[in-house]
């Protein structure tokens, strides 16, 4: 039972890209999930996380407005649209179940490998 970010890559300042986040042995429809990133040297952070029923989903200041989750039932899979990308949005990204609006990576559970973005020109 776990969740695999997948999608990474390098992308230029000013651009666009999509992560997913594909779930197996259960079903997101039941969890909040959080997107998480966590850049060399520095602790992991919340990016957004969205809950349980949908209702309220939250962002970090430094990518509000920029970033949106958005979660496709049928295929039981979330993502993390990216947009106007910054090189301090580089990081490892991962995304995990967990109390959402509570946001400290320490209280989701269901880690996946997490999936790299680099923007840089």
């Known amino acids: 039972v776990q969740l695999q970010a997948s999608g990474g890559g390098m992308v230029q300042p000013g651009g666009f890209w999509r992560l997913s986040c594909s779930a197996s042995?259960?079903?997101?429809?039941?969890?909040?999930i959080g997107w998480f990133r966590q850049a060399p040297g520095k602790e992991r952070e919340a990016v957004s996380c969205i809950t349980r029923s949908r209702v309220y989903a939250y962002y970090a200041d430094g990518v509000k407005g920029r970033f949106t989750t958005s979660i496709d039932v049928a295929k039981n899979t979330v993502y993390l649209q990216m947009n106007s990308l910054k090189p301090e949005d580089t990081a490892v990204y991962y995304c995990?179940?967990?109390?959402?609006?509570?946001?400290?990576?320490?209280?989701?559970?269901?880690w996946g490998q997490g999936t790299q973005v680099t923007v840089s020109s």
């Open positions: 042995g259960f079903t997101l429809e039941d969890h909040g």
């Open positions: 995990a179940t967990g109390p959402c609006p509570y946001r400290t990576y320490y209280e989701y559970i269901n």
